[in-house]
């Protein structure tokens, strides 16, 4: 992280508010366009975890496209990026919604033969390339039950008893591809073992494929990740099964690329714990802090409850479990004092909310040269608008 304080950072501005880096998204961009470029993969913007299209413009100098979870993020990837390619994956299309999936998505990956069977012919019809999810039930991750496709009963992906009760001859002809998506947060070594499952239990369906979507869950742009070791990987696929390997990181394409920045309210004590109370809550603003769950870096503290002064900091809004976590610092907090979170690009702005009556942080850019500049407010309105009506009088 920057070692400039906070206040030299970010002093000044009205809290809680998020900043977005650019010359780390740029940093992250060089990266995964090194991969693309070393094995002729390509690499797209999982928009679940950063969908801020201010800043597509800059990742399409590196990315190939973007990939949406449904009909919105899909067309703000066509809209937004566009001439790049749009995918599409998600877990049961609606009929109301596929026409204009058609019309925005170049690939479309089913989650089941069922989809496959209701959607797969119009979808072939317009020219779009289709894929299928696979199970390839290989957990490689522990301790993120929620965060694990391949956890026993999941509704992600075909197993493969599933694709031999269910596949015809006829479906599979359908298939331009293969999807998986397994891993979060993960190295190559993770995805090592899952490809070499995949091609334990579909290894007599890939070499008819054009294409391989290996997902997202790579950390690609976090240091120390072994960037050799993935492209050996996608380089066998490639290689073995002559077909192009798509990967879709969400995280790793915006990877530290944000700040979260908050001011202390209050600080109160209760059998020894130390509570500073923020504007910026956890519920609200960084959802994952809590479903995960995870603990942010701060900006001049130590995680835990080591160090000189600790406090727990929490949100202001009712929920007790409102709670970042406990953090040590050199010096007492203060009223007014300025946090800055770090990571708060992936999965917050896009996934915030206004429990509690509580404001959306306004969001900010930080330019390469340092400057700052307002992308968006919200207000009232923002929080009022998704409540009341909207339509004149409609009854059924
Ligand atoms: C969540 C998701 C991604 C992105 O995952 P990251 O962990 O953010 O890299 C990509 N593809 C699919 C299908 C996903 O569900």
Redesign the pocket.
Known sequence: MNRQTPEKLFGDLPTPCYIIDEAVLRHNGEILAGVIRRTGCKILL?Q??FSNYDFYPLLSEYLSGT?ASGLYEAQLGKECMPGKEVHV?CGAYQETDFEQILACADHIVFNSPGQLKKYGKRAKEENRSIGLRINPECSTQEGHEIYDPCAPGSRLGVTRAAWDREMTPELVSMLDGIHF?TL??QDADALEITLLAVEEKFGDILPRMQWLNM????HITRKGYDITRLEKWITYAQKKWKLRVYL?????AALNAGYLASRVLDVTENHGIQNAILDASAACHMPDVIEMPYLPPLYGAVSGTEGKYTYRLGGPTCLSGDVIGDYGFDHALTEGEVLLFGDMAIYTTCKNNTFNGMALPSIWKRTAGGKLELLREFGYEDFKIRLGRNIVRQTV
């Open positions: 999982a679940k975890a990939e994956f998506h979060c947060e997902g997202g869950g790579h879709e990181p969400g995280e790793a």
